[in-house]
Every structure is written in structure tokens, then in C-alpha cells.
T-cell receptor
Framework: QKEVEQNSGPLSVPEGAIASLNCTYSDRGSQSFFWYRQYSGKSPELIMS????GDKEDGRFTAQLNKASQYVSLLIRDSQPSDSATYLC???????????FGAGTRLFVKA | DVKVTQSSRYLVKRTGEKVFLECVQD?????MFWYRQDPGLGLRLIYF???????EKGDIPEGYSVSREKKERFSLILESASTNQTSMYLC???????????????FGPGTRLLVL
């Protein structure tokens, strides 16, 4: 059974700082990784996906993947109070087109 | 614009009642999923379907069943609701292009179910 581990937090950062969210996964064969954001009372939405080792940038968000160490991280630069949410890391499940989600890290950005 | 809708945002039912939760997607996705989400436990997969009339058990199928008679609609059924089924229920859908790399899941707004 594939597993995805995240620190549940909460992670608290001041406005304008860099927020760093980390995720480790158990299956060395995983080929793609997803970060979803979930606001309180809302459903998850995809913000980043990454398939290759290294960094992928999209605006203020950077996903970093290190397959050798089996971790993936999400950096949020210039954090805003509107970034306060739970961030879920996810990997594809074994066959069947499922997705395995981590339990999520709660982020608070203080104004 | 991508759209997944769920029949109710909030639902209150009595123990022992049969409960139907409906999900509809307008993106022509092959895959549809039902999750429940509880504090501290994250998203847990109940059932999923990769085609019309096809279904597979997820991690916590006990006490639930599903129906997919049409591609766009996936129903979750609580045969006899119990208080431990009080939860947030999320439906999601995705394309079926590549099981190795996975596909983005698009979620509905969720149904918060309270079983008394």
C-alpha cells in the first residue's frame, strides 16, 4: 500500500515570508506528484503537479521533487493571508487510476 | 469550466435511514470517486468507478454501495445510516488517460452529512 506522509502542522508564517511544505512518499516507482489546496469548508483544488526531479515554478509557487530521497515540497513565496489553507500532497495509486492523498498540512499566514 | 456538482451541501438523516448522495460531472470524465473526509484522518476513498456500470472498492467500502448507470453520474448509497457515517463526503472525477502518471482530480463542493 502506497503511503504519503505530511506534517499536519499547523505551520504558521508571517505575511511576506516563504512557507515550506514537505511530503514524503513510500513508493519509489511513483512518477508524478500533486499538490492540492483546500480552504476551510471547501473542496480540494489542484495547484501544482510535478513529474521530474528538480523545481517547477508557477507564480509564487514552486514544487520541488527529489526522487532519490522520496520527498516532494511546495514553497510559497511572499505568503499572503489568502494562502491560509490545508495543503494536500498526492501521488497516483497502484493501477485503477486512484490517487493517494496525504492527510494535509495546515498553513496559517499571519497578517 | 470544469464542473462537479453534488446533490446537497448539508444533509441530516436518522440512524437506519437509506441515504443517497448524487454526483454529476460535465467533463466527460471516465473516472469518478467518492471520498469521506474527517478531521485528522484526511481523505479516505470509499469507492471509485472507471467506467459506466463498473465499480471498485476503495479503502473503506463497508456500509456503502455505489451506482453508475450513466457516465456523468455517480451515486453513493448508505444502506442503513449510522452515526459513525457522519462526515463530509466529497465526489471527484478525472480523465482515464494514464494510470502511471495519474490525472488531476476535480472535486465537487462536498456534502456534509449528519446522522442522528
Amino acid at each position: 500500500q502506497k503511503e504519503v506522509e505530511q506534517n499536519s502542522g499547523p505551520l504558521s508564517v508571517p505575511e511576506g515570508a516563504i512557507a515550506s511544505l514537505n511530503c514524503t512518499y513510500s513508493d519509489r516507482g511513483s512518477q508524478s506528484f500533486f499538490w492540492y489546496r483546500q480552504y476551510s469548508g471547501k473542496s480540494p483544488e489542484l495547484i501544482m503537479s510535478i513529474y521530474s526531479n528538480g523545481d517547477k515554478e508557477d507564480g509564487r509557487f514552486t514544487a520541488q521533487l527529489n526522487k532519490a530521497s522520496q520527498y516532494v515540497s511546495l514553497l510559497i513565496r511572499d505568503s499572503q493571508p489568502s494562502d491560509s489553507a490545508t495543503y494536500l500532497c498526492a501521488v497516483p495509486g497502484t493501477g485503477g487510476f486512484k490517487t493517494i492523498f496525504g492527510a494535509g498540512t495546515r498553513l496559517f499566514v499571519k497578517a | 469550466d470544469v464542473k462537479v456538482t453534488q446533490s446537497s451541501r448539508y444533509l441530516v438523516k436518522r440512524t437506519g435511514e437509506k441515504v443517497f448522495l448524487e454526483c454529476v460531472q460535465d467533463m466527460d470524465h471516465e473516472n469518478m470517486f467518492w471520498y469521506r473526509q474527517d478531521p485528522g484522518l484526511g481523505l479516505r476513498l470509499i469507492y471509485f468507478s472507471y467506467d459506466v456500470k463498473m465499480k471498485e472498492k476503495g479503502d473503506i467500502p463497508e456500509g456503502y454501495s455505489v451506482s453508475r448507470e450513466k457516465k456523468e453520474r455517480f451515486s453513493l448509497i448508505l444502506e442503513s445510516a449510522s452515526t459513525n457515517q457522519t462526515s463530509m463526503y466529497l465526489c471527484a472525477s478525472s480523465f482515464n488517460r494514464d494510470s502511471r502518471t495519474g490525472e488531476t482530480q476535480y472535486f465537487g463542493p462536498g456534502t456534509r452529512l449528519l446522522v442522528l
